[in-house]
């Protein structure tokens, strides 16, 4: 998922895709008072970005609203550290979030599948790794892009992470009875 041919894809995107699989085990069996879906898009890659349109479409006709984007891209780079970055969020939350998980927090960056949900003012975290812009970047679309450069251990935690995330915001809509 989100690879070019020529690569493995481990960082861009395999190791999204495992913290994908991991978070579902995490909550499967859990209840929530909100509609979780999980949707892999492809399209920071194209400029049309038309599965991301083609969702936002399908959102609108059946008004359904979108509560949280959590974006996961280029996740689990060995030396790196998880790393989010918020949009259009509530800052309370943001702070609880990162505070209770001890994380680091990213400059906001648009060059991901978050980016069309964070410019039409839906609450946005893109998930990352802490040297994305620095040493990842230079990794994904290249025959380096193995698994050898990921932290299998970085990415369970960082599911367990997200999984917290998800209980947060399950919190916030039961107080709002949303």
């Not at 960082?158 to 995330?165: D, R, V, Y």
Request: charge should be negative; glycine fraction near 6%; hydrophobic fraction near 35%.
């Amino acid at each position: 998922m989100d690879t070019k041919y020529f690569t493995k894809g481990a960082i861009d995107n395999a190791a999204g895709m495992y913290t994908l699989y991991k978070i579902v085990k995490l909550i499967k069996d859990k209840e929530y008072n909100y509609t979780i879906e999980f949707v892999p898009f492809n399209g920071e890659e194209s400029p049309e970005s038309s599965g991301e349109l083609s969702y936002l479409k399908y959102l609108e006709e059946n008004e359904y609203k979108i509560n949280t984007v959590i974006n996961i891209d280029g996740v689990g780079h060995t030396g790196s550290e998880n790393m989010l970055s918020f949009f259009n969020y509530d800052e309370k939350i943001k702070r609880d979030i990162i505070h209770n998980n001890t994380l680091l927090e990213g400059e906001q960056w648009y060059s991901s599948d978050h980016g069309i949900f964070a410019l039409q003012n839906i609450p946005c975290i893109a998930v990352t790794s802490s040297d994305m812009f620095t040493d990842t970047m230079k990794i994904t679309h290249t025959k380096s892009d193995t698994l050898k450069i990921v932290d299998i251990e970085l990415l369970k935690t960082l599911s367990k992470i997200i999984e917290s995330i998800i209980e947060k915001i399950n919190e916030k809509n039961k107080l709002l009875n949303f």
